[in-house]
């Protein structure tokens, strides 16, 4: 090559280059946003027809160690981080061993990864149980801006202590802080306004369940406990526009009396002070019986606002949606939506393996009409009916629904219903496309009855089922890309995933899609560039 | 098959001043066999909602109705009900058998129909004396002596409501609120006592662990997982095929229908086979020898099964017009009571008065007799403790009902409507005083008792509809009624209750589940 060619191909290249990193995304939050949306907005290498030729661009088994049924979360996706090596664009994956893996993404090469140290040895110990792993729970959060100059990401470790580290080398960039409660099972950090929020959950480690926030600034930590259950939605709190928090509780009662806010929906506020104070909830009519029947508000809830309205969507394993106003949670009683939908899924009303478990996704068309779209485990409901169905899934799907304004009353409005999946979990639109995994995940957790004549024996069944028999029945998990408009299936990944994963996420960004599973594998699926 | 479903959307809770209970998991008790028990009183001693005081005219409402595809045979298409919370861990459900070789597991919350099983056997052509088909409801393992119900007992203190704390820099979240023992184990502490309040009990008397009990056509005896029904044990022969059996029962090892009619050319005979674990599925049988058994088994607490037995021919050793008392092992003879004119129509119902036992069972000729269990008809076996007089024939073949109140035995006979005595003990001599009489019923079905609350429907049979209503137990004054929400007659001795709900099945299959609303309205 002459030199003149060189300097073209070399010009060319760096045009290129900054074009790409011109329109390139990061994903810096589970959920994409502080408000949970799944909704990769500036996505543009994605399209409805090049995701058709999307293939497998590398595969590897990361050093991680599971615990009980976990082992990695989606990653989180930096481009431009300036390394040793260079200029990259990293994707950094926390496991549930209080690890960290960032692996160069076009490559799969592993650039650094490191283990937490734990300050509370005397709880941070042991094996863990299915609901309860110990561990490393919360996707990290990568900061939009510097901090002393370098990329900074937040973790929390076993311990509950909140680190901040180096994206390019994941060294600290200060020493760790106290935050929350070791061994408290905290879910995805929302960074917003100079805070990190997240949820404590399940009572995990004898924690309350309560919202939880560290002030940077401060370095004080505040708690807001809404005396429920639950708080273990996959995507954290969702952190609106305005500063509001939401989450849902899980399995308590709920009663205004008693100051018990169990299965409803909460939302907190930072305080002047610093502290975490009350805002609003909402607690479906039938709270109580959804207590009863173990029907968790297990769902990170959306917030979007559309046409001057306000809107905050949650749903949870009882499987139907809730449409509210994020002014106005229930109503002048708590107790009434803007809209209540029929069941999408779970008409037998299971707290195991139905419902919505995963995450939504909340976006916005060519058209201008707001879509919501729910993945569900577990057969379509009678109640469910779309003006397009691809199948009427009986293992999990996906259900999409417009949100209008009809006769006076804003309505979530079914358009389609997907084909068939194992398990629907995340989901994230990127120009256009929906991307969704089914977990292949063995949801069951009561154990099976067996018949007589089962090669293993009877068995009269029942009881709570734990992780080691459901690791053992997990499936293969799958990744699909539909038309988001449609519903339409444009491309999936058949038998290429080898194996489930449980309570994982999925990412995107920059015409690559990365998924893990059990064993630790780091699946990277892309189309070209 | 599309289930007609009462849209839980529409209702309103209307119990507005009225604190209910919805505490806990588990929301009330099981009905664990047919007729509630092994005393086969119909009576579900404890609700935590259901009560007279409870009880308005528009406060219980159709909670949900579901039709099961069941052909009928000779006017009926399911059974009574039995009942066990807690199956899938958290569902309430009822075990419905439907006389088709057919069992459904049916979620009383919602009425759907989370399992059915069908069992691929033959029917023969049903006829009114044999109809064939599964005649016996299923049931599930029953103690002898009921457990004892009660409710959690009050809670202590004001609960922990929602509460927020903020930390000093660098310390983290306060632990005094981050844990719940305060952060004792991270300072190698002793944890707290716990905080009072906040109890949150289960109110049932224990998840049922066991299996389910059903007999099909052929006369197989099938073990079924109550959570998924399936056949946990290799069906084993019980009774002689086509025969007509009554509704099985359960009681410690041992699992015991009767055989009526010659139907099948089955003699009449109790029949018994051990259900324990390892042991041989050997097939008991007694004979009557003589009239054919009347309704179902019942025990005394102490363990002797009784059997009421109709007219008939009794042959050496027969009985006829009778109640029998037989080992529970054995199935021997222990004691009888017999007398010219005791034509029994009703199953014997089994309670205690003072410090004795008794047992009462209507005849054809609309008397109520009521035996000592200890000595069912005195030396000479034909001298009851008391015998009413007459009450025509309009005493309904189904079942009698009891239960006691604070003070009082009553025994409740579906008579034109339900008559309520009061059995008085006075110096060992038994009577049953009249008591309240309620409101006109045709073709009543047996009453139950739901927490000093009596149901009882005018069944509608042959073919119109059925009215359910609710009596206070201690006066007979109308509580409630369904109104027009059933729409087919209901089937003999087909109530049953559980968790603050009363079901009653229909003959066109249907079930109807009848409540409070509580929190279970979804809009």
């Not at chain 1, 930590?221 to 429920?228: L, M, N, V, Y």
């Not at chain 2, 009596?471 to 004054?477: A, V």
């Amino acid at each position: 090559m002459t030199a003149a060619r060189t300097t073209k191909w070399l010009v060319a290249s760096a045009v290129v280059a900054a074009t790409v990193s011109l329109s390139a995304v990061d994903y810096l939050t589970e959920g994409v946003d502080n408000a949970r949306t799944g909704w990769l907005k500036n996505e543009k290498v994605f399209t409805t027809t090049n995701v058709r030729g999307m293939r497998l661009l590398w595969k590897i088994k990361a050093e991680s160690t599971p615990r009980q049924m976990h082992n990695l979360f989606a990653p989180l996706i930096k481009e431009g981080v300036q390394t040793a090596r260079g200029p990259m664009e990293l994707a950094i994956f926390a496991g549930i061993s209080d690890e960290l893996f960032a692996y160069e993404v076009s490559s799969g090469d592993l650039v650094w990864q490191r283990k937490f140290d734990s300050i509370y040895p005397q709880v941070t110990t042991g094996p863990g149980q299915t609901l309860c792993p110990g561990g490393q729970t919360a996707v990290p959060t990568i900061a939009t801006t510097p901090v002393n100059g370098r990329t900074a990401m937040y973790a929390v470790s076993w311990d509950g202590r909140i680190w901040t580290l180096d994206v390019a080398t994941g060294k600290d960039i200060a020493p760790p802080e106290k935050f929350a409660p070791p061994n408290s099972k905290p879910y995805a950090l929302n960074l917003f306004n100079g805070s990190i929020y997240t949820a404590t959950a399940q009572g995990c480690g004898g924690t309350t369940n309560a919202f939880v926030a560290y002030n940077l600034g401060t370095k004080r930590s505040a708690i807001f406990a809404p005396g429920g259950g639950g708080m273990w939605g996959r995507r954290g709190v969702t952190v609106d526009p305005e500063g509001r928090v939401y989450l849902g509780t899980g399995d308590a009662e709920f009663d205004e009396g008693s100051k018990s806010l169990g299965n409803a929906i909460v939302s907190v506020k930072t305080a002047p002070n610093g502290e975490l104070q009350l805002v609003d909830y909402y607690a479906p009519p039938n709270a109580n019986w959804m207590w009863r029947r173990d029907l968790d508000v297990n769902v990170t809830p959306m917030a979007f606002d559309f046409q001057g309205r306000k809107f905050l969507v949650g749903t949870s394993k009882e499987c139907r949606l809730w449409l509210l106003d994020r002014d106005n949670l229930g109503g002048r009683d708590h107790r009434t939506a803007l809209y209540v939908s029929p069941l999408l899924c779970n008409d037998v009303q299971a707290f195991d393996a139905h419902g919505v478990w995963g995450a939504m996704a909340a976006w916005v068309d060519g058209q201008g009409r707001q879509w919501v779209v729910v993945p569900f485990y577990g057969p379509v409901s009678r109640e469910f009916h779309a003006p397009r169905e691809h199948a009427r899934p009986t293992h999990g799907g996906v259900g999409a629904y417009t949100v209008e304004q009809r006769n006076g009353r804003w309505e979530l409005v079914p358009q389609w219903l997907s084909r068939d999946m194992d398990m629907a979990e995340h989901a994230i639109v990127a120009n256009g496309v929906l991307f969704v995994y089914g977990s292949g995940e063995d949801t069951t957790q009561v154990l099976p009855e067996r018949a007589f004549d089962d090669p293993r024996g009877p068995q009269l069944g029942g009881a709570v089922s734990n992780g080691a028999p459901r690791r053992l029945e997990g499936r293969k998990a799958a990744l699909y890309a539909l038309d988001a408009v449609t519903g339409e299936e444009l491309w999936n990944s058949g038998n290429t995933i080898t194996t489930w994963n449980h309570y994982s996420g999925l990412t995107v960004a920059n015409g690559r899609v990365f998924l893990s599973t059990f064993d630790g594998t780091i699946y990277a699926f892309g189309v070209q560039r | 098959m599309r289930s007609v479903r009462t849209s839980l959307i529409a209702l309103l809770c209307t119990v507005s001043g009225v604190a209910l209970v919805a505490q806990g998991r588990n929301i009330g008790f099981e009905w664990q066999t047919t007729n509630a028990d092994a005393q086969r009183t119909n009576w579900l001693r404890l609700d935590p909602n259901i009560a007279p005081d409870k009880i308005t005219g528009t406060s219980l409402r159709l909670l949900w109705q579901e039709k099961l595809p069941v052909m009928p045979r000779q006017g009926v298409s399911v059974l009574q009900g039995v009942t066990a919370n807690g199956m899938q861990v958290f569902t309430p459900t009822s075990f419905v058998t439907g006389v088709s070789n057919t069992i459904f597991a049916l979620d009383n919350d919602t009425g759907h129909p989370n399992f059915v099983k069908r069992f691929d056997t033959p029917l023969p052509a049903p006829t009114a004396q044999c109809p064939g088909g599964m005649t016996g409801a299923l049931t599930r393992v029953v103690n002898l002596v009921p457990t004892p119900l009660a409710l959690p007992p009050p809670e202590g203190g004001p609960a922990t409501g929602y509460r927020g704390s903020l930390g000093a820099p660098g310390e983290g979240v306060p632990l005094d609120i981050g844990r719940r023992d305060g952060g004792a184990a991270l300072r190698g502490e002793p944890p707290p006592p716990p905080r009072g309040g906040g109890g949150s009990g289960s109110l049932t008397a224990g998840k049922y662990n066991g299996a389910m009990y059903a007999v099909t056509t052929d006369g197989a005896l099938h073990v079924l997982g109550p959570n998924f029904l399936l056949e946990v044990e290799r069906p084993v022969p019980f009774l002689p095929a086509n025969a007509r059996f009554s509704n099985l029962i359960a009681v410690g090892d041992m699992l015991y229908t009767t055989t009526s009619q010659g139907c099948g050319s089955a003699p009449n005979s109790v029949w018994a086979m051990s259900i324990a674990a390892n042991s041989p599925r050997t097939v008991l049988s007694w004979r009557t020898n003589g009239g054919n058994p009347v309704g179902d088994i019942a025990f005394t607490t102490d363990g002797k099964l009784l059997i009421a037995i109709g007219a008939g021919q009794a042959q050496a050793s027969g009985y006829a017009n009778a109640i029998v008392a037989l080992d529970a092992k054995t199935l021997k003879p222990t004691d009888w009571f017999t007398a010219p004119n005791a034509d029994f129509v009703t199953t014997p119902v089994v309670f205690t008065v003072g410090m004795r036992q008794l047992v009462a069972a209507a005849t054809r000729d609309g008397r109520i007799l009521v035996l000592d269990t200890a000595s069912l008809g005195g030396a000479n076996h034909s001298t009851p403790l008391f015998a009413s007089t007459s009450l025509g024939s309009s005493v309904a073949p189904e079942a009698l009902a009891t239960w006691e109140s604070q003070d009082t035995r009553w025994l409740l006979v579906p008579n034109n409507g339900i008559t309520a005595y009061r059995v008085v003990d006075r110096n060992g001599s038994v009577s049953l005083d009249q008591g309240w009489t309620s409101r006109a019923l045709t073709t009543p079905t047996a009453p139950i008792i739901v927490n000093g609350v009596v149901f009882a429907a005018a069944s509608g049979r042959p073919q119109g509809r059925a009215t359910l209503y609710a009596f206070d137990g201690r006066t007979g004054r109308d509580l409630w009624s369904s109104g027009m929400a059933i729409t087919s007659a209901v089937s003999p001795n087909s109530l049953w209750a559980n968790n603050s709900q009363v079901q009653a099945a229909t003959t066109d299959g249907t079930v109807y589940a009848f409540g409070f609303v509580l929190d279970r309205k979804v809009k």
